[in-house]
């Protein structure tokens, strides 16, 4: 790209706790960033975010098709967990819903001038790890979710052989203020109430600050390889039950907690969550810190602590 002219980029699902962050950061790198949104209020954050809302749906074709010929394209596909419960043939629909929009969004891209596409998996395709970390090069064992994105990430595949620039990230346990942990750790923590946790610790999970994810894709839209998958997570793997105990911790609050069977998490978030929720996911980011990644929040410690000061502000 000649001069300082910074590349311009797309993003789905730019509304979303991800999109969002991912929309600042991208503007305060001096990218100018669009955003697709499916309704003012998803428009309205994205302004806040300082992006440039673009009213559309991924699901039906449309004049959004326009603006995603960007030179950097953002796909932050939809994902079950921001759900309170799922079953499987809901599932199974959200991953219909997903091929459909990977190809409305890629095949407008495809002949456009876009140099690349950051395409937002998630690591259940390869399923439980248990305490040894795993590369992205170890066989897929998908999850139940994971086998519901099956034909996706083969679609995924052939544009990748079709020649299209993709990179794919594969963001962990991701939190922030405005995710998951807003509901089910620091507002209960804050006001007193008990914290669900399902078994006695959880499992073993490898988190990452919003923040730093948003930083690892825009990275790795300028150095990340096409065609490769990166696991977008910090060093330091930690038992689930860590967020609270740790929040709680540096919150100089009493932690309560309210722990119910492992085995009852499939009767109360449904069959696909508590799959996920109950399994390890411990990954290795050799490779992301092998094109040059550096952390702002390695641990969660320090990701939490900037949460808490946030919650000042």
């Keep these: 790209m000649a001069g300082d ?20 950061t991208l503007v305060e790198g001096g990218h100018p960033a669009f955003g697709l949104v499916r309704s003012l209020e998803a428009a309205d954050r994205v302004r806040h975010a300082g992006g440039t809302p673009v009213m559309g749906d991924l699901l039906e074709p449309g004049q959004w098709q326009d603006e995603a010929a960007a030179e950097w394209v953002f796909h932050l596909p939809p994902h079950p967990l921001r759900r309170r419960r799922v079953t499987r043939r809901r599932a199974e629909a959200i991953a219909r819903d997903r091929v459909l929009m990977d190809a409305h969004l890629l095949d ?12 937002v998996a998630d690591t259940s395709s390869y399923g439980a790890t ?16 994971g086998r519901c994105l099956a034909p996706a990430l083969d679609r995924l595949d052939g544009y990748v052989v079709a020649g299209l620039p993709i990179v794919t990230a594969l963001p962990g346990w991701v939190y922030g203020q405005a995710s998951w942990l807003r509901h089910r750790v620091i507002d209960p923590v804050m006001a007193g109430r008990r914290v669900l946790q399902f078994g006695r610790t959880g499992p073993w999970v490898s ?25 977008v997570v ?6 689930t039950s860590a ?58 410690e320090q990701g939490l602590q900037q949460i808490l000061g946030a919650l000042d502000e």
Aim: proline share 7%; with cysteine; charged share 20%.
């Design 243 to 300: 967020f609270a105990e740790t929040f709680a911790r540096l919150a100089h609050r009493p932690l309560r907690t309210w722990r119910v069977p492992a085995s009852a998490a499939r009767f109360m978030v449904g069959p696909v969550v508590a799959d996920e929720i109950q399994n390890g996911a411990v990954y290795s980011n050799i490779r992301l810190r092998g094109i040059g990644f550096r952390f702002k929040y390695p641990t969660l």
């Design 234 to 239: 910090n060093s330091h793997p930690v038992r």
């Design 5 to 24: 002219t910074k590349a311009t980029a797309f993003v789905t699902g730019a509304a979303g706790f991800i999109g969002t962050e991912l929309i600042k």
């Design 207 to 231: 988190p990452i600050h919003v923040h730093d994810c948003a930083r690892a894709l825009v990275h790795l839209a300028e150095h990340g390889e096409a065609g490769g998958r990166y696991f």
């Design 108 to 119: 407008t891209v495809a002949a456009g001038p876009t140099q690349r596409i950051l395409y």
């Design 130 to 145: 248990g305490l040894r970390a795993i590369t992205e090069d170890e066989p897929l064992r998908p999850t139940v979710w």
